[in-house]
């Protein structure tokens, strides 16, 4: 399995977020099998961590119009995990500005859940911090996940770096919420992470999109420059181009360690009949915002449905007019 | 355009090799109009080479079974480009032992012709050395193509470079025939082609394969480690996993020289309705061989009707069966 040419490295974890990630394509709403599938599979490949959704606000997301895995109460988690008798940790996420962190996250004592990772943009970094805080004081390992690090100038990115070596977070993850980060980029980025965690004794994580086909790429260059908590999905599914995909990163990383079948029978059994439903991957709309460096959600609406998909001059037109706009 | 975490090198030239790779999906039948759309678009977007097709043995190869760009009579050629009156130069592949290079490769001046590509295997290279020499006489620019580099051995591959430097091929071009070098393989296998390549005036080319969903992230780092000639496909249009995509490459290789937007076009007019009729990209039964280090046509194969595609466990452990059988 290319392990000559692959990553070892016993710090590496690998953690699934198919079920948060792809849950923003069809709004959180796979079913109670699908999940448990994917959890069997997990455990059965060896995967360390598996994501099980957001615990995000059901007064601003209603549960009507929103799957069980957008709130991840309990009793839903629960339903797959019990008490989670196995070596696999289970996470969460919550957003800032999104979530009733206060009241939805428990103490640690009375979920099976094992970290929970904080999302936050760089203007929501106060209360990033609060939440890091809360979640670490209530038992739980936490992760600072901050988002559109793309769009974050320079300056500003040291300076959360710093405020978050003095929070108790455990790994500060690269989120290239875009997918337009370059290899040197990643490089470059990976390496200033480490430099603010490393000595302060946590890690970095990465969180690759995949519109410009380089998710997996990117993924294996954070690991080779000291990211050790790598995020995927099975065959990707994440939001418009997907993310790195874990049946590829198992192959490559730490490939003695981890078992690709379980994850290939998964993929046979569960996600070959997803794909007649929604779709996600690099498509040429994703491709071009993520050259653009921009949020997917244009693509995502110009993909919506079959009569606006597919086309391509009208829909770069638009970006390249946004972008000299941009530049005026 | 990411153009400043771009690679730029005045040296860099894109080259479309669609036709030729993507014909070995339906037996080179593409339309007219479809190759002459691609054409006017790689004008348009400044592609520095496109590959017509290969100069294939029509005696080896029906003409009835194939279609024109397996053969690519200069009569089929000026159907496109006439006398190619314009920046961009033409090439033809021709493979050893499938092709009768004697008769079917014209002197230079009867043809529209600039570079004639020889692709082999390592235990061709008598022949392909001829075939160089053939074509470098005939009045043409020549490139040397190994193919399935990744089996073969690193004192063969050695041999075969130094043999390679006395030739007058002017390129040599790293060949991921499976899809599976990973990117410091591929870094490792750029610095030493560009330690033969180089002190003797050669360049250095790159032909990915996208099994690993690394084939545009291989292409950039060959770039970036030495390599000037660069293969790409419009969608990725090519056998099996597919290739580097064009629309991916020249948005980030001198992004500022070269104009995505005819490729977006041609996409959209040309691609959209041909991928309702053949398929290519990273499908899992092409992850598998590709982290297997195999040829795709057992992938070809699973794939080839729908009965039998998406088996990914049966092909899976059909692999692992082989690799066993291959280690004892």
């Given at each position: 399995?290319?392990?000559?040419?692959?990553?070892?490295n016993?710090?590496?974890?690998?953690?699934?977020?198919?079920?948060?990630?792809?849950?923003?394509?069809?709004?959180?709403?796979?079913?109670?099998?699908?999940?448990?599938?994917?959890?069997?599979?997990?455990?059965?490949?060896?995967?360390?961590?598996m994501e099980?959704?957001?615990?995000?606000?059901?007064k601003m997301?209603s549960p009507?119009?929103?799957?069980?895995?957008k709130?991840?109460?309990?009793?839903?988690?629960?339903?797959?995990?019990?008490?989670?008798?196995?070596?696999?940790?289970?996470?969460?996420?919550?957003?800032?500005?999104?979530?009733?962190?206060?009241?939805?996250?428990?103490?640690?004592?009375?979920?099976?859940?094992?970290?929970?990772?904080?999302?936050?943009y760089h203007?929501?970094?106060?209360?990033?911090?609060?939440m890091?805080?809360?979640?670490y004081?209530?038992?739980?390992?936490?992760?600072?996940?901050?988002?559109?690090?793309?769009?974050?100038?320079?300056?500003?990115?040291?300076?959360?770096?710093?405020?978050?070596?003095?929070?108790?977070?455990?790994?500060?993850?690269?989120?290239?919420?875009?997918?337009?980060?370059?290899?040197p980029?990643?490089?470059?980025?990976?390496?200033?992470?480490?430099?603010?965690?490393?000595?302060?004794?946590?890690?970095?994580?990465?969180?690759?999109?995949?519109?410009?086909?380089?998710?997996?790429?990117?993924?294996?260059?954070?690991?080779?420059?000291g990211?050790?908590?790598?995020?995927?999905?099975?065959?990707?599914?994440?939001r418009?181009?997907?993310?790195?995909?874990?049946?590829l990163?198992?192959g490559?990383?730490?490939?003695?360690?981890?078992?690709?079948?379980?994850?290939?029978?998964?993929?046979?059994?569960?996600?070959?009949?997803?794909?007649?439903?929604?779709?996600?991957?690099p498509?040429?709309?994703f491709?071009?915002?993520g050259?653009?460096?921009?949020?997917?959600?244009?693509?995502?609406?110009?993909?919506?449905?079959?009569?606006?998909?597919?086309?391509?001059?009208?829909?770069?037109?638009?970006?390249?007019?946004?972008?000299?706009?941009?530049?005026?």
């Amino acid at each position: 399995m290319n392990s000559v040419w692959g990553i070892n490295n016993p710090k590496l974890k690998a953690l699934d977020c198919t079920i948060r990630d792809g849950g923003l394509i069809n709004g959180h709403y796979f079913s109670v099998d699908f999940v448990r599938a994917l959890y069997q599979a997990n455990i059965a490949a060896g995967v360390d961590y598996m994501e099980l959704g957001y615990k995000n606000s059901s007064k601003m997301f209603s549960p009507d119009e929103n799957g069980p895995w957008k709130f991840c109460k309990e009793d839903d988690l629960r339903k797959i995990v019990g008490d989670n008798p196995t070596g696999m940790k289970l996470s969460c996420m919550i957003d800032a500005a999104k979530s009733d962190w206060k009241t939805d996250v428990l103490p640690k004592s009375q979920s099976p859940l094992d970290l929970i990772r904080v999302a936050f943009y760089h203007y929501q970094t106060d209360e990033a911090i609060a939440m890091i805080e809360d979640a670490y004081e209530k038992g739980y390992d936490v992760s600072a996940n901050l988002m559109a690090v793309t769009t974050v100038s320079e300056s500003i990115l040291d300076s959360i770096l710093e405020r978050l070596t003095r929070t108790p977070a455990s790994v500060f993850v690269i989120v290239d919420s875009f997918g337009s980060i370059t290899l040197p980029q990643m490089e470059y980025l990976t390496k200033k992470y480490f430099e603010f965690a490393n000595p302060v004794g946590k890690e970095v994580g990465v969180h690759a999109h995949n519109n410009l086909q380089l998710a997996f790429a990117n993924t294996l260059v954070a690991a080779s420059c000291g990211a050790t908590r790598l995020d995927a999905t099975l065959s990707g599914l994440g939001r418009g181009a997907g993310n790195c995909p874990m049946e590829l990163m198992l192959g490559m990383v730490n490939a003695d360690k981890y078992n690709l079948r379980p994850l290939y029978e998964c993929l046979e059994q569960q996600i070959v009949p997803l794909r007649r439903e929604i779709e996600w991957g690099p498509y040429p709309e994703f491709i071009i915002t993520g050259q653009h460096n921009v949020h997917p959600r244009a693509a995502i609406g110009a993909r919506k449905d079959k009569d606006t998909r597919d086309q391509y001059v009208s829909f770069y037109d638009q970006l390249e007019e946004e972008k000299r706009a941009a530049e005026m």
